[in-house]
Structure formats: C-alpha cells, structure tokens
C-alpha cells in the first residue's frame, strides 16, 4: 500500500473556496478508486467524492455542484476543490484508496485525514 498525507485543510467562511491535496508515497496511475471522506463531529464517515483510473467520478447530492476531484497521474496527487462551503460541510477529511473502480465498494487504505472548518 502506498502512504497517503492529505494537506490543505483550515479555516474558511462559509461560501469560500478550499483544495485539499493528498498526496501519494507511490504512484496512482493504476490504482483502480480513489476518494475523500469526512466526519463531520459526531457523525460517522461518509463518501464525498470518488475518482476511478478512468476518471470515472461520483458525488453525493450534499456536494454535488460544490465539489470536484480530480487526480494528477504525473504528481501523484489526488485534489479536492470545494466551492461554496457551508457550515455543515465542516468535518475532518481523508483521503482513501481502494482496490475497485467503483463508489460501492470499501476502501482499503487511508490517510490521517485533514480538518476542515467553516464558519458560518
């Protein structure tokens, strides 16, 4: 497994813009899924966005429109640009990657995760 370091995370007014980074100890290009997770506080980790090798993506309808991902093969670097932040999208974000190409499947390997605060 390679190791995953997520970067990017801070302070942001609500309607502001933040990318995090998370980048690879290895290289990406093969890795079939990639995606970000959050936890907002006391809550349970959900998906927020998903990148297959394909460049296949997927949202949830909480950040659909708000959110892309996207992944840099070259940097071995998977981002994720959030636009228009809201209070509620304030949580801890990791970063993930699996052995399949499509949202339903599990994860398998994870980063310390990155915290992500909006203020309102």
């Known amino acids: 497994q390679v190791q995953l370091v997520e970067s990017g995370g801070g302070l942001v007014q609500a309607g502001g813009s933040l990318r995090l980074s998370c980048a690879a100890s290895?290289?990406?290009?093969?890795?079939?899924?990639m995606g970000w997770y959050r936890q907002p506080p006391g809550k349970e980790r959900s998906l927020v966005a998903f990148?297959?090798?394909?460049?296949?993506?997927y949202y949830p309808d909480s950040v659909k429109g708000r959110f892309t991902i996207s992944r840099d093969n070259a940097k071995n670097t998977l981002y994720l640009q959030m636009n228009s932040l809201k209070a509620e999208d304030t949580a801890w974000y990791y970063c993930?990657?699996?052995?399949?190409?499509?949202?339903?499947?599990?994860?398998?390997?994870w980063g310390q995760g990155t915290h992500i605060t909006v203020s309102p």
């Open positions: 993930a990657a699996g052995s399949y190409g499509r949202p339903s499947y599990p994860m398998n390997n």
């Open positions: 290895g290289s990406i290009f093969s890795v079939p899924g």
């Open positions: 990148i297959s090798s394909g460049d296949y993506t």
